[in-house]
């Protein structure tokens, strides 16, 4: 039987070591000191702060817009998700990145953005996308970008295999465009030819140079940029039928007889 003496001692000594021990421990600790709890945590710890994680800190989520690729309706979303709703038609977005390397023959439909590198190959595929950036060749499928579509000087894209929101030409790169083109806004950094309508903002950049025909909303060149272009840019275009009507509204000055 056992020694109940011995068995008191080790309730009264070993047993209280064990229970300080215990309460030492990060993941159970029982300590009533809120200080030491938080020195203890994780998230306080340096490294936890390196993760992003602080304390007594809120911060807001990036605010982004999303194109819904089945109705076209724009909309600001907080945070990042894989998967959202158009608060407009009501479908299903995903908003993953897609990254493309090799040969690609498929259909690919996101709201987020989709890279393909200089070794991709669009050869049959469709993408769809809010953002694409070029770096591949195209040599079959369409290439349709609800937001902006940026092309690198590696680039190889038929003017006829895609359509985008807005229009990137980056340092290097000669775009030859002999269709007339709608856009929201495009940037200049190397060398675009093309008849465009712009209905925002068009921005030479240092290095770039347009030529062709542009109507724009606003004109932006830059120190370093060219143009040389038949150019139309106005924040405030009328039409001249309703300038000519609003003239006509205008009355007429009635003489004063001073007699």
């Known amino acids: 039987m056992a020694d109940r003496s011995k068995a008191r001692l080790v309730d009264g000594f070993t047993t209280l070591r064990a229970t300080q021990r215990y309460a030492r421990e990060p993941r159970y600790s029982s300590a009533p000191d809120h200080t030491e709890k938080q020195e203890e945590s994780p998230t306080s710890s340096p490294q936890g702060r390196k993760q992003g994680m602080q304390i007594g800190r809120t911060v807001m989520p990036t605010t982004y817009e999303i194109v819904c690729y089945s109705c076209g309706f724009a909309f600001v979303m907080r945070g990042r998700a894989k998967i959202t709703q158009c608060p407009k038609c009501g479908t299903r977005l995903g908003l993953t990145d897609e990254t493309i390397t090799g040969a690609f023959s498929e259909e690919l439909i996101t709201a987020g953005k989709v890279h393909l590198t200089d070794t991709a190959i669009l ?82 950049y240092t290095g770039g140079h347009f030529k062709g025909k542009l109507k724009a909303g606003s004109l932006v060149v830059e120190e370093g940029g060219g143009l040389s272009a038949d150019t139309i840019a106005s924040s405030d275009d009328q039409p001249i039928d309703d300038m000519e009507e609003e003239e006509e509204r205008i009355p007429p000055k009635i003489p004063l007889n001073l007699d």
């Open 123 to 204: 050869d049959g595929g469709h993408i769809t996308a809010n953002d694409v950036l070029l770096d591949g060749s195209v040599k079959s499928g369409f290439i349709h970008a609800y937001k902006t579509l940026e092309i690198s000087s590696s680039a190889t894209l038929p003017e006829d295999l895609f359509t985008a929101r807005s229009l990137r030409v980056g340092i290097g790169t000669k775009l030859n465009l002999s269709r007339t083109m709608e856009v929201n806004n495009v940037d200049v950094l190397g060398e675009l030819q093309a008849d465009l309508n712009v209905e925002g903002k068009i921005t030479i």
